[in-house]
């Protein structure tokens, strides 16, 4: 851990924004905020690593009510800065046991954030967690990468996924404790850095158990935010899990 915002201070949040542009086109964030907005059906919102606001803020542009949590005072500054970020109510806390006032229809972590959680016990926190934050009938969205142990032959640990002339970034995986690294090389006016974020992969039978420790359900599984179905060539996937309503007593 760097400083009181983790891996996602000041140095992370000036470039955030600008680094994942890609991830904040229109094309790739409609369908994930018309999902949200639809599994949402009206009521309140809760995601989990907030950050610079990339689905927040267009949610909440559609009159969804979205409430975040995050670690990083850094990022959650760029996401009130931004138009319609005063809308936008954010605690800092670590999301996995921070507890916020009020219930919600949903709960989301997208973009891989589960793995922020570095420990399998973490992330069963984080589970029950939102189930306690979730009104009866409520759903937990988990966006989530598959682990990508496909493309390592036997001996090897690292996968790239980015070679330029100035920045490289590959991937490091241990397979005996389902850690993981990010990791990226940067050469600016002549001089290199070095970055290096730690995650922990996850599998969907894992998430699964994890959910019914919480008390939730599985509702569905896709491939995708356009709902496509999921198979083993699937390189990650959108799961929805939800809170029983329990029958009176």
């Not at 969205?141 to 142990?149: G, H, K, N, R, T």
Request: charged fraction near 20%.
């Amino acid at each position: 851990m760097i400083d009181e915002d983790g891996y996602f201070g000041e140095r992370v949040a000036a470039q955030y924004d600008a680094r994942s542009a890609d991830m904040a086109e229109p094309a790739v964030v409609g369908p994930v905020v018309a999902a949200l907005a639809e599994l949402a059906d009206g009521g309140r919102v809760l995601e989990l690593g907030i950050g610079t606001g990339r689905i927040a803020l267009p949610l909440a542009a559609r009159g969804v009510t979205v409430h975040g949590i995050d670690l990083s005072r850094a990022m959650v500054a760029r996401l009130k800065e931004k138009p319609g970020g005063d809308s936008v109510s954010v605690t800092i806390g670590d999301f996995a046991t921070t507890r916020v006032d009020g219930a919600f229809s949903l709960a989301y972590l997208v973009f891989n954030t589960i793995m922020n959680l570095t420990t399998q016990e973490a992330q069963v926190a984080c589970f029950r967690n939102v189930a306690a934050h979730l009104v009866p009938g409520g759903r937990f969205v988990v966006e989530v990468m598959m682990p990508d142990l496909r493309r390592m032959p036997p001996g090897q640990d690292v996968v790239p996924f980015h070679v330029s002339d100035t920045r490289w970034a590959y991937d490091q995986y241990d397979v005996a404790t389902q850690s993981m690294s990010s990791n990226y090389v940067e050469v600016v006016n002549g001089r290199g850095g070095f970055r290096s974020i730690p995650f922990r992969y996850v599998w969907p039978a894992e998430l699964d158990l994890m959910a019914q420790l919480a008390g939730l359900r599985p509702a569905h599984r896709w491939a995708g935010w356009a709902r496509e179905p999921f198979t083993s060539e699937s390189t990650q996937h959108v799961s929805v899990w939800e809170k029983p309503i329990l029958p009176p007593e």
